[in-house]
């Protein structure tokens, strides 16, 4: 019996209708708004999603890490619709509803953290750091924060601020906000170790800010657009430990590594750590607007009245939706399911990696998985380029990919987790086809 393909091309990628609707966008939209894919969608449907020339491909970029669900799940999508016919906005500090508690309640049964513990819901990542370090600063009436090199955390000021990639995220958008410390980030492929990691933190308390100044430690247990770098466990403990030596904060952000992508709920639940504070987003709400910070009671409490706030400090749809999603979670064990993903992906592109030697690195947890492209294993020297030919020649074939890392080198997997066995076969088979192209 021949197996039903998912992938299903009509046209040359980009085909003619995308290319009409991506020359409209350049006269009316800005520049910056760049497009990495020139593919303009039209639906999608669980891990895939068909274009407006009808050409169907398998969605590897999953709405950069928000579609863990994947496209358009039905439980999310009637939990959206029923939501909206009966209030679309309040703004819960001004007249409250109940979902916003009840999501609360549900997150924090789910939170890797002891003793009382308590939520706010803001609207993207970005606000949930900054929401975060605002709590994290009230709590201790300092004003310094230590970020990590290759970190992202957002584009809003204190959070672009602490993101450390120049281009395109930096370059010419300052000044940026005071008080704000970059140190290494540990790492087994291209170092530092964690031995050296933590010294060098421990040393900038000496050289650069004085550890009774630092109100939070804001760190990725796998860094995303840093190229999908997963914290060595004695680093994360580490950290912990300066901490706790130092009453300093320690904000996880769990953003992209949060709902399952690591094969845990949460990513630092891989390590022997308990964070003070977290920051989540992406997936909590399936691509709705929606993020949080949840945490340590007495932290979350420490702001004075109304210090916290916005006009959209969470939405009910998107709320309604959030609670939709871990429904599916929990229905469809969709934290196993990413084991199993990780599983299969990761023993592919290790054979890739013994197949090619532009391939130096394969790295990840769970279905959090990439690939590090190079012109030569010794040096480790970061080939962009073959990353870019590579996710070129996939989407010609069907399958769209993003890259990452602080080089642009690294290809990152965040698939939708309902992804089907079948399709993800044809997806990773394609994927080798394109690596084939670019590299034999």
């Not at 303009?40 to 709405?63: K, M, P, R, S, Y």
């Not at 979350?300 to 109304?306: H, I, Y």
Request: proline share 5%.
């Amino acid at each position: 019996m021949a197996t039903t393909k998912s992938i299903e091309l009509r046209t040359a990628i980009p085909g003619p209708r995308s290319k009409e609707i991506l020359d409209r966008k350049d006269r009316v939209i800005a520049d910056p708004l760049s497009i990495y894919l020139p593919v303009v969608i039209e639906h999608g449907e669980g891990a895939t999603l068909t274009d407006v020339d009808g050409n169907t491909f398998i969605d590897f970029t999953g709405g950069v890490g928000c579609l863990n669900v994947g496209h358009a799940h039905p439980r999310v999508v009637d939990a959206v619709q029923e939501q909206a016919a009966k209030f679309f906005h309040t703004d819960f500090t001004i007249v409250p509803y109940e979902t916003y508690v009840t999501l609360g309640e549900r997150l924090l049964a789910t939170a890797p953290i002891s003793g009382p513990t308590k939520a706010a819901f803001f609207n993207a990542g970005t606000e949930a750091v900054e929401n975060a370090i605002k709590f994290a600063r009230a709590h201790t009436k300092r004003p310094a924060v230590i970020g990590f090199e290759g970190g992202f955390h957002g584009r809003t000021l204190l959070s672009l601020t602490l993101t450390s990639k120049t281009h395109p995220y930096k370059a010419g958008l300052g000044p940026f906000a005071p008080e704000v410390y970059r140190l290494p980030y540990a790492q087994d492929y291209r170092g530092p170790s964690a031995a050296q990691a933590l010294a060098t933190l421990e040393r900038a308390f000496v050289t650069t800010v004085a550890a009774e100044t630092v109100a939070a430690i804001v760190i990725e247990p796998v860094q995303g657009e840093g190229g999908f770098v997963v914290a060595p466990p004695e680093f994360l403990e580490g950290v912990r430990r300066v901490c706790d030596d130092n009453g300093i904060v320690l904000v996880i952000d769990e953003v992209q590594t949060g709902y399952g992508r690591t094969g845990k709920m949460w990513g630092i639940e891989h390590y022997d750590v308990e964070p003070d504070l977290m920051t989540i987003a992406k997936s909590i709400a399936a691509g709705l607007p929606l993020s949080g910070v949840i945490g340590k009671a007495e932290i979350m409490d420490a702001p004075g009245d109304s210090a916290i706030g916005g006009t959209y400090v969470g939405n009910p749809v998107a709320q309604a939706a959030a609670l939709a999603v871990l429904d599916v979670f929990e229905d469809e064990s969709l934290v196993e399911r990413a084991v199993q993903i990780g599983e299969t992906i990761r023993g592919r592109m290790q054979a890739w990696q013994q197949r090619w030697d532009a391939i130096g690195d394969v790295r990840g947890l769970g279905a959090m998985l990439a690939i590090e492209l190079v012109h030569d294993r010794a040096t480790k020297d970061p080939a962009p380029e073959v990353a870019t030919a590579v996710v070129e020649a996939a989407s010609e074939r069907g399958l769209l990919l993003l890259k990452s890392g602080i080089y642009s080198n690294c290809i990152r997997v965040l698939v939708p987790l309902v992804v089907s066995d079948g399709e993800l076969d044809e997806a990773l088979a394609v994927w080798e086809d394109a690596l084939g192209s670019v590299l034999s």
